[in-house]
């Protein structure tokens, strides 16, 4: 699975996911990817978020819609991006990984699987990581 | 306000020499993305370009690189949404499309839709004028290889693809 989120000069946010989906999935098998809430959500009031990840764990806990419901609370990107994964992984034993925006341009790239390749651009400089707690810059 | 574009490249296990490859393909696509906003164009344009470059990558599972379904064909699905208005568009269980978040897109746009899903997708796609591709063409040597090697009666591919619980 790949995503992005961004906020623009505007201040309008906007999310995107694609899918091949589950390996060797049964035929006409859908995830998470294509359902809204669960494979991403973008609200101007409250941020973007793109999930990846097992595809049924994210859909039984609504993963995008889950975390940007923290961030409404008053929760940085980081903080509920944390707490949106570590509850797919109590509730439901779902691994997985998410990148997220608010409306202040705050960003946060977060996972519970062993790896996620992410990279985050914002004013001259490129972060990115693989590994947990890797976060490498370099100018753009 | 200052403009921000985040992408990844799927979770998961991560073999150790294509960490590399995601590296540079995520690095490649936040800069593409991110180019279209310093341009002065929207997030929502931002976001589709960044992921139609990480669907050209076979690096990852999306486009071009897909993992297969049980019988060895690529099935796929993608979502945009719109912070500003909240419309959003999906597709799922597409077939023969190169770059599904811009079909996608075009459901959004153009319909009064959600989703379209498998045949009805690919019918859209057409009617919209989005060019089929071969679906061997969006198989790789290396989702071919994993195919097969989950076919097995003891393998389990959320554990190959996801890792093992902590």
Redesign the interface.
Known sequence: ???????????????????????????????D????GC???????A??V?P???GEAIMKVTLARLILFHMAQGMSPEEASDLGLATM?ERV?G???????DPQ?R???R?????????????GT?H?G?FSGEDVTQD? | ??????????????PKER?EM??A???A???A??AV?QG?????D???E??TN??NNPS????Y???????G????????????T?A?G????VRNIAN??QL??LVMEQTSH??L??GGAGQFARAMGMPEVPGDSLITEY?RM??KK??APN?N??E????K??
């Open positions: 699975t790949v995503g992005a989120v961004a906020v623009d000069e505007d201040g309008n946010i906007a999310c995107a996911t694609s899918t091949g989906g589950m390996l060797n999935k049964m035929e006409g098998r859908v995830g990817t294509a359902c809204i494979g991403g959500y973008a609200d101007n009031r941020g973007a793109s990846t990840g097992h992984k034993e691994l997985g990984g998410v990148v997220t925006v341009g960003w946060a790239a996972f519970t699987s062993t790896q996620m390749a992410w990279a985050a651009a914002q004013g490129l990115f693989v753009i | 306000m200052l403009p921000v574009l985040v992408v990844h490249g799927g979770a998961g296990q991560i960490v995601a590296s393909g995520v690095r696509a936040a800069r993305g991110y906003l002065g164009r929207s997030s929502m931002a976001v589709v960044a992921v990480l669907e990852f599972n999306a486009g690189g897909s993992v297969l379904n049980v019988k064909e690529v099935e796929m699905d993608a979502i945009v949404m719109d912070g500003r909240l959003s999906a597709v799922s269980a599904p978040i996608a897109r959600l989703c899903t498998a989702a994993r195919w989950n076919l393998a591919p959320v190959s693809q996801m890792g619980m902590g």
